[in-house]
């Protein structure tokens, strides 16, 4: 059975930084290209951050791009996400999320999320 | 960016009919389009990928169609746990979107 385990939410200042974790289990980590996805407050899903399996190529959103940094440990089967320099627009809960397939950007496998409010 | 429409925002409907939902891209996607549940406190569910394929262990009432720029998840007979909300995502181009959802209510 797949499980994603998200940790390191909470609250932080606006300006501050925050790392968040993706623990993985129950399939081939190595192998699947892994996402950031989140959900403000009463609001739609938005996709933040993707990296491919061996972690050679990253995406993400306009509203992060430079600010937020993907990154795995597949010798650990953790994914990060880094977010440095956070606003209020970046309060939401935070997904892990593996996708359906080693090439295929749509994800068949979510995390329970992790609160991350940008406060002060 | 591809934006993605899903409409209508709210459909209220009752236990047994069918439900139909609609997604529409701003530009053609081609089938690379997949439709998600999510329950009130829950994380998302895949239901469909690539516009019709559906995911493991989804029933046979929910079904997808279309391509290019209008795509549909019809959900044949409404049953008490199907109200939610659904969301359409692209995975044609970067940046992947998602739709901004259609909620599923009890008549």
């Known amino acids: 059975e797949v499980q994603l385990l998200e940790s390191g939410g909470g609250l932080v200042q606006p300006g501050g930084s925050l790392r968040l974790s993706c623990a993985a289990s129950?399939?081939?980590?190595?192998?699947?290209?892994m996402s950031w996805v989140r959900q403000a407050p009463g609001k739609g899903l938005e996709w933040v951050s993707v990296i491919s399996a061996s972690a050679t190529n990253t995406y993400y959103a306009d509203s992060v791009k430079g600010r937020f940094t993907i990154s795995r440990d597949n010798s650990k089967n953790t994914l990060h996400l880094q977010m440095d320099s956070l606003r209020a627009d970046d309060t939401a809960v935070y997904y892990c999320?593996?996708?359906?397939?080693?090439?295929?950007?749509?994800?068949?496998?979510w995390g329970q999320g992790t609160l991350v409010t940008v406060s002060s | 960016e591809i934006v993605l429409t899903q409409s209508p925002a709210t459909l209220s409907l009752s236990p047994g009919e069918r439900a139909t939902l609609s997604c529409r891209a701003s530009q053609s996607v081609s089938r690379y389009l997949a439709w998600y549940q999510q329950k009130p406190g829950q994380a998302p569910r895949l239901l469909i990928y690539d516009a019709s394929n559906r995911a493991t262990g989804i029933p046979a009432r929910f079904s997808g169609s279309g391509s290019e720029t209008d795509f549909t998840l019809t959900i044949s007979s409404l049953e008490p746990e199907d109200f939610a909300v659904y969301y359409c995502q692209q995975r044609n181009s970067w940046p992947l979107t998602f739709g901004g959802g259609t909620k599923v209510e009890i008549k």
């Open positions: 999320a593996k996708t359906g397939s080693p090439d295929k950007y749509y994800f068949d496998s």
């Open positions: 129950g399939f081939s980590f190595s192998n699947y290209a």
